[in-house]
């Protein structure tokens, strides 16, 4: 069984940047199409972003020129590199394998104003 374990929340002012990473154990990593979501207080989980197994990526509009994701199959990581944060992208932020019902225990990332 495939397990998630995010890492690198934490506390940031406007404008500033945090990179997020998700390690991956148990599974074929480099199969996987991964992806990242967040959920801010008293909001539903949003997709954040996907990343194919080939390295292509889909990011939803409102983060797509700040925000990238990558991987390292080889250390069966993914991350999400965060730039010119906002107060809105404050949240719990979850790596999934999407479908899969596969998650990991969430980092929190508070951006201050």
Known sequence: QVQLVESGGGL????????????ASGGTFSRYRMGWFRQAPGKQRELVGTIFNNGLTNLVDSVKERFIISRYNSEQTIYLQMSTLKPEDTAVYYCTIPFTNTWGQGTQVTVSS
């Open 12 to 23: 940031v002012q406007a404008g500033g940047s945090l990179r997020l990473s998700c390690a």
